[in-house]
């Protein structure tokens, strides 16, 4: 090849690259063009993404704390016969004062580690019977302003921060209507 023919040869593979070159730049552009259109639709995609993670973290959590309310709910309730014994257990007395004293101690101790956990006893002595909290096991005369209203507990009831885990078993007055 002389030297015509290499510059020849040369320019040609130029204008060849200056026309891919071309092409390259305008399809930059389409593209750059696209991606911008395009753009507004990934950053909504992306923060509806955000938001159904946001949600879901907030629901598992939330299932958490329920599941370990069942479980402490559940456990408390299991053990609330122990707290009748123990109480049954005090009221008798046997003269033994170190055995009562031990008894008490631990009646106490218990108390304090369930009501750490949320738990609290009623009785609801004196007021209105509510059969939503409250078990009626019997009736009994009584004067007319205790009508309607709890006469006697026979078992506490207990509630677990908001839930009731356990009406209180009580006996109601009743009025006859000769008082």
């Not at 408390?76 to 014994?85: A, F």
């Not at 005369?141 to 509630?159: F, N």
């Amino acid at each position: 090849m002389n030297e015509t023919d290499k510059q020849n040869s040369e320019t040609t593979d130029i204008k060849i690259n200056d026309d891919s070159t071309d092409q390259m730049v305008t399809g930059a552009e389409d593209t750059s063009e696209k991606s911008e259109k395009q753009a507004p639709d990934y950053y909504e995609m992306l923060q509806r993404l955000q938001a159904d993670f946001d949600n879901y973290r907030r629901r598992t959590n939330k299932e958490k704390e329920e599941l370990a309310n069942y479980v402490r709910r559940e456990m408390i309730r299991q053990l609330l016969p122990v707290i009748d014994d123990l109480e049954r257990l005090l009221e008798v007395k046997s003269g033994q004062h170190d055995l009562e004293h031990g008894a008490r101690l631990i009646y106490k101790n218990f108390l304090t580690v369930l009501k750490n956990l949320g738990m609290k006893s009623f009785t609801d002595q004196g007021k209105n019977f509510d059969p939503n909290i409250h078990e009626a096991l019997s009736v009994k005369k009584s004067p007319l302003e205790l009508d309607g209203k709890i006469v006697e507990t026979l078992q506490k009831g207990y509630w677990l921060k908001d839930k009731l885990l356990r009406p209180a078993k009580v006996i109601v007055g009743q009025n006859d209507g000769t008082e």
